[in-house]
């Protein structure tokens, strides 16, 4: 079977190294997904986001992998920097309820130099 | 620039008092948002509004009270029947329903 990522709340990679964030949601309505990143004393920002007819979407340096079967969604960091480091949120937005995003619990993530 | 202001970055206040938080765009955007953020936690979603003169509550809407009179302002008071005011309120905004969230800097509220 195929394994599901555990969600950690804390993450510590070394700088270059890939980072890979996990995160289950839970309402199986959902069909759009957020990740944002929140950089201390600061809102959360948006980076990626994908929709439940897609399985992988790629930006710049990230790549959000969904997986509906099992209700996982990860996050992927190539070539993490010091500016990598923050909290990382994931977001559910269910096609029932339009507008009411669900976050998880985050992932803070800490690169070292 | 476009963007979402809030004010102030924070805030002290004694138990009891009603205290009201801003939150203004200019990114001509239908919905806002009001979220609570406790340490080491996710957001919780406290009111919602996805049209001017309409808001509907959120997860933990007790002891809050908004408004939206203007498209650009979603003004959040805290009123002293919220038992733990303490936190740090996140103000969002979106074109619309299926589209992410503008997030403001935030306002760190502490009620001592």
């Known amino acids: 079977g195929e394994s599901v990522g555990l969600h950690l709340p804390t993450l510590s990679v070394q700088e270059g190294d890939n980072s890979i964030i996990n995160c289950a949601y839970s309402?199986?309505?959902?069909?759009?997904f957020i990740w944002y990143k929140q950089e201390s004393g600061k809102g959360p920002q948006f980076i990626i986001d994908i929709r439940s007819n897609m399985d992988k979407r790629q930006g710049q340096r990230v790549t959000v992998l969904l997986n509906k079967t099992v209700k996982h969604l990860s996050l992927q960091i190539a070539a993490t920097q010091p500016g990598d480091s923050a909290v990382y949120f994931c977001?559910?937005?269910?096609?029932?309820?339009?507008?009411?995003?669900?976050f998880g619990d985050g992932t803070t993530l800490t690169v070292k130099p | 620039d476009g963007g979402i202001t809030q004010s102030p970055k924070y805030l002290f206040r004694k138990e009891g008092q009603n205290v009201t938080l801003s939150c203004e765009q200019n990114l001509n955007h239908d919905a806002m948002y009001w979220y609570r953020q406790d340490p080491g936690q996710g957001l919780r979603l406290i009111y919602y509004s996805q049209i001017v003169n309409d808001f509907q509550k959120g997860d933990i809407a007790e002891g809050y009270s908004v408004s939206r009179e203007k498209k650009e302002s979603f003004p959040l008071t805290v009123t002293s029947a919220q038992k733990n005011p303490t936190a740090f309120y996140l103000c969002?905004?979106?074109?619309?329903?299926?589209?992410?969230?503008?997030f403001g800097n935030g306002t760190r509220l502490t009620v001592t």
């Open positions: 969002a905004s979106s074109m619309g329903a299926s589209s992410p969230l503008h």
């Open positions: 977001a559910e937005i269910p096609n029932t309820n339009a507008g009411k995003s669900t």
């Open positions: 309402n199986s309505a959902s069909d759009y």
